[in-house]
Structures are given as structure tokens and as C-alpha cells.
């Protein structure tokens, strides 16, 4: 009985339990308080702008596409009017071709990679299981490589000025959102394409977390893919022909 | 009086687990809160800036087309053909088949450094808005390829050597934030090379040459 009577030491350890329960439970309620809802608020709000600013960009695009197929009709019209223009318009048409504003098809291949559907074991890496950015710029960097004259993620069209970004756990392409499952479609020889992607010592990292974790990416030969045109803009702002020789 | 120690003990041992639980549990947590809500803002934060500057071009470049639109209206032969000539040098630049000069920054790094680093230095200038790209005299083009050997890296078929300067032409200030930000490309290579002497700078006048290799077309078609 003697064991359990009230002591000194035990009350002073008794208070300083209470205390320490007290402050830590006021502090993960003060937290809890002052984070979410502020958040929360703040992130609706950019989530709505982000939306917003989508829905723009895509009449936006669609008034650009609307307007170099007007522009194309005038040239032609031009052109019929005045031989002399013929030349000229033929080396546009060729440049806007090789610029990727203009849909084109071809033997090729398809290549999709897509988030793991096994689920994490416990204690596992979870970005083992996902598409990064970087991943599928490699795809796209090999499949330059392998000679691709044409190439298009999901619906975007990869020209000069497209980065493969990432933001957090977004890809951005060409400005614009992407999500799982990404195909990459490209045009050109297939089998020297399909050739250096299978190469033992190409995407080996791809390859492994296919085979470990079940990242999802294939290759397939096609006899025709087809590739969209760019909708996004073409900025020329900064530079001028340079003219000092 | 030994009953009495044990349980002391036994407390002393239950109360401090238990502190230690709900630190740890703490700390955590607010580990985890920070982290996704920090990220996700800061995210929504750059995915929002892309869609203001993406959408800004969309505008400038609309406009652009409504006035070659209308010089065709005039029906006037010259203006007809100015028309053309100006669009066909807007798509020379973007292809990389005019030499050209402008505004920009130079990123000078002294020694090698691997392909996926070039390819991420690369990659960070076309989404800052570059216009034209340059590496130690060579023209990036969309279909541009680096590669690496043992001795070094290729790009497009023609070894460069270090130190390698890439050039590009574009809103000066813009492109130097981009590359020069926390976390940011150049950030990371001065931490992956910590002996590396790696400088950026803005520049007023840049000139990036035309491009040399041979992409074309053999095997895609217009598909209309």
C-alpha cells in the first residue's frame, strides 16, 4: 500500500504531465485552426483562376487556329492573283510545316507510360509509382534521336519553344495541364525509333520501375500515327533577323 | 519502499513515452500539412503565372495574325507579299534558319557536366520563354539532340567542349529569374558540381547563328 501514497515526486510528475498534455493539445488546436481554413480559402480561390484562365486559353487557341486557316485561304487567293507570290508562299507553307503548326501523319510509333495501378507496400518510395516530367523527356530526347520528324504529347504538339515542366505533381506541356495516361506519338523511321528505346542501355531507369514497381510504359509501332497541329503562340519579340555581316 | 521506486520508475518511463509519442506525432504531422500545402500553393502560384504569360502571347500573337488578316483585305500586291515575307521570317526564326539578335542571357560554365544537365539548362530556357538557344556556337532547334560519350557531350552530331556558353534570346530579366531562382536549374548544378565556376548574365546584345543540321521531313505527310 505503502507504494502508491502520494509523494512529492509524484505529484511534480503528475503536473508536469498535465502541463505538457495542455500545451501540446493547445497548439496542435491552434494549428489545426490558423492552417486549414486559410488554405483552404486561398486554394479554392487559385484553383477558380487556374480554370478560369484555362477556359481563356482554350478560345484563346481556338481563335488562333480560326485564324491561320483564314490567313492560309488569303494566301492562296493571293497567290492564284499574282504568280510571282507562288515561290515565296511555297517556302512559307514549308516552314509553318517544320514549325509544327500543321497536322501531319505517318509510319511511327506510340510509347505510354502511366502511373503504377499496383498499390505502395508500406514504407515504399510512392514516386516510384508515378510519371515524372523528366521521364518523359527522355522519351521525347531519344525519340529526336531516333531520327522523329514530328511528335505530339497527348494533344500538345512538341515544337521549339515546348518545355516538359513540372510543377509539384503537375506536368505542364506547352502551358497546359497534363495528366496520366501520357502517349507520345511520333512520326519518322519506326524501327530505328522503336530500335534505340528498347536498347538495353537506353530508359533503364523506366525499365526498372516497370519491372519493380509496375510503372506502366510501352512501345508500340504504328503503320500511321497522326500528330496535331501546335495551337499555342509562336513569339518572336526579342529577336531580329541580324543583319550586320 | 522498493514497490514504491518500481512505480516511480514505471511512470517516469509511461510519461515519457508518452511525451514522446505525441511529439513525434506532432511534428509529423505539421511536417506533412506544411509540406502539401506549401507545395500546392506555391504550385497553383506558377501554374497560374504560366497561364497569365501563355495566354498574354495567345493575345499578341491573335492581334498579330488580325493585321496580317487585314493587310490581305487591302488586296494591295506589295502588301500582299510584305505580308508573306514577314510571316516567313517569324517562321525562319522559330526554326532556326535565320541568324539572329537580341536580348537575352549567357550562362557560361567552365567544365563538363552530364547530358541530363544540359538537357534540364535547355529545358528551362524554352519554358522561360527563350526565342532562340544557342550552345558554344550551335542553334537548338525543336529536334536538337544531346548526347554524351565518354569524352563529352554532342549535340546534333558535333562535340562541344567545355566551357560551354549557352546563349538565348528572350526578355533578359525573365530568363535570368528562371534560371537563377531557388531550386532552379543553375542552383541545382552548382550544388552537383560544387567545383564548377558556372555565371550567368544578362545580356543586351546576343547573336545565335542558324542552325546547320539536316532535319527535315522523309517520312511525315500533311494530314488534312
Known amino acids: 500500500m505503502s507504494a502508491w501514497r502520494i509523494n512529492r515526486w509524484t505529484v511534480a510528475l503528475g503536473i508536469v504531465g498535465l502541463i505538457l498534455g495542455i500545451v501540446l493539445s493547445m497548439r496542435w488546436k491552434a494549428q489545426a485552426q490558423n492552417t486549414v481554413p486559410v488554405e483552404a480559402g486561398v486554394r479554392s480561390s487559385a484553383a477558380a483562376s487556374i480554370k478560369r484562365l484555362e477556359e481563356e486559353q482554350k478560345s484563346l487557341r481556338a481563335r488562333l487556329t480560326e485564324l491561320q486557316k483564314e490567313l492560309e485561304l488569303y494566301q492562296g487567293i493571293a497567290v492564284a492573283r499574282n504568280d510571282s507570290l507562288a515561290e515565296i508562299a511555297q517556302d512559307l507553307d514549308n516552314q509553318r510545316i517544320l514549325a509544327g503548326l500543321v497536322p501531319m501523319k505517318g509510319p511511327g510509333v506510340k510509347v505510354v507510360l502511366d502511373d503504377s495501378t499496383k498499390s505502395p507496400a508500406p514504407g515504399d518510395d510512392l514516386s516510384n509509382y508515378i510519371v515524372h516530367e523528366y521521364q518523359l523527356r527522355d522519351v521525347v530526347n531519344l525519340l529526336w534521336e531516333g531520327g522523329a520528324e514530328a511528335m505530339s504529347l497527348n494533344n500538345e504538339r512538341i515544337v521549339g519553344s515546348t518545355s516538359i515542366y513540372c510543377v509539384g505533381s503537375t506536368i505542364l506541356v506547352n502551358n497546359t495541364r497534363l495528366s496520366p495516361p501520357y502517349e507520345i506519338a511520333a512520326i519518322g523511321n519506326a524501327a530505328s525509333m522503336e530500335n534505340l528505346l528498347n536498347r538495353s542501355t537506353s530508359l533503364t531507369k523506366i525499365k526498372s520501375l516497370a519491372r519493380q514497381y509496375g510503372l506502366q510504359f510501352r512501345i508500340q509501332r504504328a503503320k500511321e500515327v497522326t500528330v496535331v497541329a501546335y495551337e499555342g503562340p509562336l513569339t518572336v519579340k526579342y529577336s531580329t533577323q541580324n543583319t550586320v555581316k | 519502499m522498493f514497490r514504491q521506486r518500481s512505480a516511480q520508475v514505471y511512470l517516469t518511463i509511461f510519461c ?209
Open chain 2, 16 to 224: 515519457f513515452l508518452i511525451g514522446l509519442g505525441v511529439i513525434m506525432q506532432l511534428r509529423t504531422q505539421s511536417r506533412t500539412v506544411k509540406d502539401t500545402q506549401a507545395q500546392s500553393s506555391v504550385e497553383q502560384a506558377q501554374v497560374l503565372s504560366n497561364l497569365v504569360d501563355s495566354n498574354a502571347d495567345l493575345n499578341r500573337e491573335i492581334r498579330s495574325l488580325e493585321d496580317q488578316l487585314a493587310s490581305f483585305k487591302q488586296t494591295s500586291g506589295q502588301s500582299e507579299l510584305d505580308t508573306i515575307v514577314a510571316e516567313l521570317n517569324r517562321m525562319k526564326i522559330i526554326n532556326g534558319r535565320i541568324e539572329v539578335s537580341g536580348q537575352g542571357v549567357e550562362i557560361w560554365i567552365d567544365r563538363r557536366i552530364t547530358v541530363l544537365d544540359m538537357q534540364d539548362l535547355i529545358n528551362e530556357l524554352r519554358n522561360a520563354g527563350a526565342e532562340a538557344i544557342g550552345v558554344n556556337g550551335q542553334r537548338i532547334i525543336m529536334a536538337s539532340v544531346v548526347k554524351e560519350d565518354k569524352e563529352g557531350l554532342i549535340i546534333d552530331d558535333i562535340r562541344i567542349s567545355p566551357p560551354y556558353i549557352l546563349t538565348a534570346i528572350g526578355n533578359s530579366d525573365t530568363l535570368e529569374r528562371a534560371v537563377e531562382r531557388k531550386g532552379g536549374v543553375t542552383q541545382i548544378l552548382r550544388y552537383n558540381h560544387p567545383e564548377a565556376v558556372i555565371s550567368v548574365s544578362k545580356e543586351t546584345h546576343l547573336v545565335i547563328p542558324i542552325y546547320q543540321g539536316t532535319f527535315g521531313m522523309n517520312y511525315a505527310t500533311v494530314a488534312k
